[in-house]
């Protein structure tokens, strides 16, 4: 099968580069899956997982809250306000990380805040889920 570039870069590190076959994005506006020969898309993404899937190998899982997705036909740039990969995750901390979002919600009276970050916390829980913890 045909491959592309991919980079995936983290606030504190690069996550991933190299040669892939597909990659699962979750986008603000749906899930999408980007193969070779993609049209030009800049998106944004949404707390969710990403699966990259390379030659050969079921899909790694990376746990991303946000950030955007810069696809081309010949390569896919990830650039990402946090992310962990799935071997880094836990239960415990998907859990301190919307017990950390519910107390600002609690502390604002900003409406559109209140329902951003609500948002955040369902997409936090359904990650949690589509890792099968």
Known sequence: MATF???FVGPERTLYSGQI????????EGEMT???GHAPVLT????GVIVINEAGH???RVLVRGGFADIGPTS????AERANPFEEISPASIDADIEALQ???????????REEIDGQIV???DAKVALSF
Do not use: C, H, Y
């Open 34 to 36: 980007v193969l070779p």
């Open 103 to 113: 107390l600002q919600r609690d502390a604002t009276t900003d409406f559109a805040k």
């Open 76 to 79: 896919v740039t990830v650039i």
């Open 58 to 60: 079921n899909g790694k």
């Open 123 to 125: 997409q936090l829980q």
């Open 21 to 28: 076959e597909a990659v699962q994005l979750p986008g603000v």
């Open 5 to 7: 570039q991919f980079d």
């Open 44 to 47: 944004a993404l949404k707390v």
